[in-house]
Every structure is written in C-alpha cells, then in structure tokens.
C-alpha cells in the first residue's frame, strides 16, 4: 500500500511559467512533508519543507500548500527555469513514528523547455 | 551545512565479494542514519534505519545478514553488502537526520553505484 501517491510522473512546462507538483498521502498521521530534487546518479537534494500546522510555506521560486482535509500537499515553482529540470520527489514522516524514517513517492520528471 | 558524503562513489566487484560503502556527516552530528536503495527508474526504496551505538532496524523483506550495518560514531554509519550478487547491484543512498519535535529533515549522500559481475 503505497502511503505517498505521485500520480504524475512527468510534467513538461515551458520556461518562466509555473509548474505544478502533486502528491497525495493516506496515513492521517504523517505531519511533516518534505519535497526533494533529484538529479540522475546524485542524492536528492532538500527542497522545501512544511509541517502539519502550517497551510502554506515559500522559499524563493519555491511554494509548498498543504491541504490536510484533502490529504493533498503541492509544490509551486514560479517562474520554472531549465536548471529546475528534474525528478522531484514528495516525502512525509510522523513525528510519533519510528526515528522520523521518511516515506517516499515515486517522483515527479520535471522537464522545463526553454 | 549539512553535507553528508559518501565513499566510494562507485564501485564495481565480482560476484562473492563484499562491499563496504560509508556514509558521514560532514559538519553535524546525526543520531540517525538511513540505508536507501533506487532501482532503475523507481522511487527511495528505505533499506534500514541506523540509530548510533545500537542495531539497525531494518525494513521488511530486507535481509540484515546480507546488508550489515555498522552505526560507530554520530557521523558515520557503514553499509557491508556480504557475498555480493548481480541482483545487488544498484545505487545505494545514504542519509542523515537533524530532527525533534515539529521538525525532520534528513540530508542525503550523493549514492554509491555498486556494480557487481
């Protein structure tokens, strides 16, 4: 049963535009949502983060929204650049559960077209 | 901060051997270590969880006799794959977790790709 659900797993846009990334979870009790960037044969790389208080967090070009009725958290990247090229994955982890272990998606390829 | 590495960055033997692969915390200290594993195309597949100074825990259907992990100190953390196969081979990651209440974020080695003949 797979916890975090990454339903697109591509996602083609052009340059200066924005793009979209979706996930989905199923454990209620997942708090804490994580988003990274992975480029092929490298580790992925922290992104943005947002807990379970919070609705809405920004960091630059970068924008997570969580929607907890929904189970559902996005990230936004405006206005998307061809370095933003990418897999992007969504994690989440609950705090009451074992060492903070993440649950990953299978990841989102981002392509940006200049 | 946070940068954590890992050596080798690749690594090819031949079937039988072992391979360790080591994973450090360059500039923070981290009580807990993670074991990944990507397949080709797949998702972070959590291998194990690597607490310092105690056993790994390991996810279901992961064999701990055949990835031993050795957590010595709070920035560093082994993986030995034992009697290597082919099917081993993959691109194994590693990562590090600052986290506590309210928090988590784990950073994460730039892999190591076993190859194994």
């Known amino acids: 049963d797979q916890q975090v659900k990454q339903n697109s797993p591509s996602l083609s846009v052009q340059e200066g535009r924005i793009s979209i990334l979706n996930c989905d979870y199923t454990n209620s009790m997942f708090d804490y949502f994580l988003w990274y960037k992975k480029y092929p044969a490298e580790g992925p790389t922290f992104l943005i983060s947002?807990?379970?208080?919070?609705d809405k967090n920004e960091d630059g070009r970068f924008t997570v929204f969580l929607n907890k009725s929904a189970k559902h958290l996005s990230l936004h990247i405006v206005p998307s650049q061809p370095g933003d090229s990418a897999v992007y994955f969504c994690a989440a982890s609950a705090s009451g559960g074992s060492n903070y272990k993440l649950t990953f998606g299978k990841g989102t390829l981002l392509t940006v077209n200049p | 901060g946070a940068v954590v590495s890992q050596h080798p960055s690749r690594v090819i033997c031949k079937s039988g051997t072992s391979v360790k692969i080591e994973c450090r915390s360059l500039?923070?200290?981290?009580?807990?270590m993670f074991w990944y594993r990507q397949f080709p195309k797949k998702s972070l597949m959590l291998m194990a969880t690597s607490n310092e100074g105690s056993k790994a825990t390991y996810e279901q259907g992961v064999e701990k006799d055949k990835f031993l992990i050795n957590h010595a100190s709070l920035t560093l953390s082994t993986l030995t794959v034992t009697s290597a196969h082919p099917e081993d081979s993959s691109f194994y990651i590693c990562?590090?977790?600052?986290?506590?209440?309210?928090?988590?974020?784990?950073?994460f080695g730039p892999g190591t790709r076993l190859t194994v003949l």
């Open positions: 500039d923070f200290q981290a009580t807990t």
């Open positions: 947002i807990s379970s208080i919070k």
């Open positions: 990562s590090a977790s600052v986290a506590g209440p309210g928090y988590n974020e784990q950073f």
